[in-house]
């Protein structure tokens, strides 16, 4: 009993968490709050169901428990707060027990946009979005983006007080704030997904990037950029099987077996893209959709189109020069045989930036390599070992 | 919630008040704009102030009084006039912040008012 209810609760916190916060901070607008009030509610999960059993619907018993937790805080507070906006707002939108939480409003979106609003410093918008919606601490957030975990929590709870001192609207923002606000909205997303994938991150957050992407293009139509993004992450997911070997070694794209790519989220993706397409706007992850979908096409023809990739990573240059996609696009000219090119772009990538960038290192060792400049060649591939974290990427990279 | 817009304006904003020709032009911007918050009925209260060259600054330096001329701040955009606004959230008075005729050339920033204290418990 007590075994089924403590997975019960880590099932809640893990599927429910980034909902159950949008639902609380949308009406209170203070995100700590909500966040402190889920915590209470956890604590009393754990500390109830062992004993009474597990709720009949555990996120409806959160959601209850919280608010109470939320309503006696409030108490506390509630002279120093302007109250009577809260109370207004609470009238407005009545509770309604009997509502099951699958008929819930998704206000994550909301919650998502308040986080990418212009009035919160440009530097925190993403790691905010990492840690409300998605429920990952202040140090996973800082490894993930290579930020200092001190300054990331202290700056993620000045970033709530604003929110919640400077009353920022929990809305998704008009036609004209709109593009800005979603770029930044697909940038966290796609930054959670990475962590999800890359093995470090936590089992799940890959999967919740994912159902965050369809939420995007379910609500925002419109919006190409939101369909690129899903259908780049669902190009790598399609991969998940294939990027390891029987021995749990990681196996590169290029040496990926197409057989162990996943046909349904293959085909998914692929009319995403079509579909984004269409808009006649090809933004960034359009782009990086279609760079994947031209690795996926050989399944089909059993080779890569290099020149396609190509003129994708020029492009794809052009619209997000960052050092990933510089570096990435390098990467791509090795693999197309243009040793010159992967050269000068190398050359071009700001030293001080490369210094600890393992991504540039291991381009960087391919290309010596190839060049036959065997010592040098080694020394990049020590660096790039020393700069890994995922024990499996090291041991590809010590046996290569 | 209430917040204070203080709007800040350049010296050469400061002159068209003073400049026969300018004036009519630039009065006129500030009538529209404060029309059209007063019939949205937003403003609690709100003044201009005369230019910052009217301005004397006190600092109290190890209990003696320093009076200096001009405003406390030697910036580029002086502060005009504020306004205290009673709107539903910041993106409102964002939006209302952008009408303002100097917001083009200088700046408006927006502040929440700081909340009534708590009463002392008894």
Redesign the interface.
Known sequence: MSEAAIQAAEHAARTAYGRLVARLASRSRDIAGAEDALAEAFAAALRHWPQRGVPASPEAWLLTTARNAQSNAGRHRR????AA?ALERRQAEPENPAEAPEDWPDERLKLLFVCAHP?IDAGIRTPLMLQVVLGLDAARIASALLLSPAAMSQRLVRAKAKIR?????F?LPGREDLPARLAEVLEAVYAAYGTGWEGTGPLGLAAEAIALGRLLVAELPEEPEARGLLALMLHCEARRDARRDAAGRFVPLARQDPRLWSRPLVAEAERLLTEGSRAGRFGRFLCEAAIQSVHAQRAATGRTDHAALRLLYDLLAQQAPSLGVLTARAAALLEAGDLAAAAVALAALPADRVADYQPYWVTRAALLRQQGLVAEAAAARRRAIGLTQDPAVRRFLEDA | ???MMLLTETAAEFAQREDPEKAPAYWSGWTAFIGAMAQAGIIVRGDGLLPPHTATTLRLRDGKPIVQDGPFADSKEQLGGYFIIEV???????AWAARAPSAASAAVE???LL?????PAG
């Open positions: 002279v120093a707060l302007a906006a009035a001192l400077a009353g920022l609207r809305e | 919630m209430q917040y539903p959230d910041l993106d409102t008075a964002l927006i502040r929440p909340p009534p204290m708590p009463l």
